[in-house]
């Protein structure tokens, strides 16, 4: 089955922890075609890649699956979040055609304008207290860790999945505030620019509300979930199980080694050197409000009907 949409909207990949499904997401990208693609921060968990090593075959098949997706005409846009923070050294750059930038304002189909951002830059605990951030983080990975040994029991009695962490968090006051205040920050600054909705990542809870004057639409995560934010050719913004959407996927690849990862870079020279965006920047995003990109609104004024019959070809203008 192959997804046929005109956006979508990724966050919280985290490629380079062992947390990640990045086995259903290559399988998501392979399947799924589309004029542009958002990833909406914390991609790459640079963080973690700063710890400890650790980089397998799945996680470079995600890399080649969306550098494969720009050879073919899909726009590419980073939006670096707080675990990928060091891409933000190289705004306004292009690594094998995905282009980085702060956040983006996205024209859909019917003409509503969405801020694109990560989301980080209005969690108070991440912008004033790095230290207690990043202990928040590797607490969250054990707890993931746990939630799958847990969960594989639960299998074995035939119980249903459930999410520790979701659990914890519906059950502490505290969390439930921060996430209420998260959403509503976002939709604060997205109505102050005069914008219809935002869409973000960052919390790790997918979630679309549409029953205010500004919509809200978050990507979730490909940790403990596999979810996405998609807009279909009409406009119409989904938010999916991408599992679910595309059927079972196809058991894991052996993963490569080191060695296997270093000669396919070298067969292909497109490939970008994790190396070179893993360096540490404490730039932020302040200062960057005069650089706001615009993406999709050409390709409206060029064909404002977006008639069905194009709807299985990539119709990309030029990147405002």
């Known amino acids: 089955m192959t997804l046929d949409v005109r956006t979508v909207f990724l966050s919280d990949c985290h490629l380079g922890s062992r947390a990640t499904d990045a086995r259903a997401l290559s399988q998501f990208l392979k399947y799924t075609r589309c004029q542009r693609i958002y990833l909406v921060g914390d991609i790459i968990d640079m963080w973690r890649l700063r710890q400890r090593w650790y980089w397998p075959g799945e996680h470079n098949n995600v890399v080649r699956r969306l550098l494969n997706h720009t050879k073919h005409g899909t726009d590419v846009v980073l939006i670096p979040g707080n675990h990928d923070e060091a891409a933000r050294q190289f705004f306004d750059s292009d690594f094998g055609g995905v282009r980085v930038v702060p956040f983006a ?10 801020l694109v951002t990560h989301g980080d830059q209005f969690d108070l605990v991440v912008r004033h207290s790095r230290v207690v951030s990043m202990l928040g983080a590797q607490a969250y990975d054990l707890l993931v860790m746990a939630n799958r040994r847990y969960n594989a029991l639960r299998r074995r009695l035939g119980l249903p999945y459930q999410s520790l962490s979701k659990a914890v968090k519906s059950k502490v006051k505290t969390a439930c505030m921060f996430v209420s205040r998260f959403e509503e920050a976002l939709m604060h600054e997205a109505e102050r620019r005069g914008l219809d909705g935002v869409v973000c990542g960052h919390i790790h809870q997918a979630e679309v509300r549409t029953d205010g004057p500004v919509a809200y639409y978050n990507c979730g995560d490909w940790v403990e979930g596999c979810t996405a934010i998609v807009e279909h050719h009409d406009g119409r913004m989904e938010l999916i199980d991408a599992e679910q959407v595309l059927g079972a996927a196809k058991p894991a690849a ?6 296997a990862v270093r000669a396919a870079r070298a067969a292909d020279p497109e490939m970008p050197a994790l190396a070179d965006l893993i360096r540490f920047s404490p730039e932020a995003m302040e200062n960057h409000d005069s650089d706001i990109l615009t993406f999709g609104e050409d390709e409206l004024d060029a064909s404002p009907a977006l008639a069905p019959a194009d709807h299985g070809r990539n119709r990309v203008g030029p990147l405002a």
């Not at 304002?105 to 969405?114: E, I, P």
């Not at 052996?254 to 060695?259: A, C, G, W, Y």
């Open 105 to 114: 304002v996205h024209v859909t189909a019917d003409r509503r304008r969405l």
């Open 254 to 259: 052996r993963p490569k080694t080191r060695k």
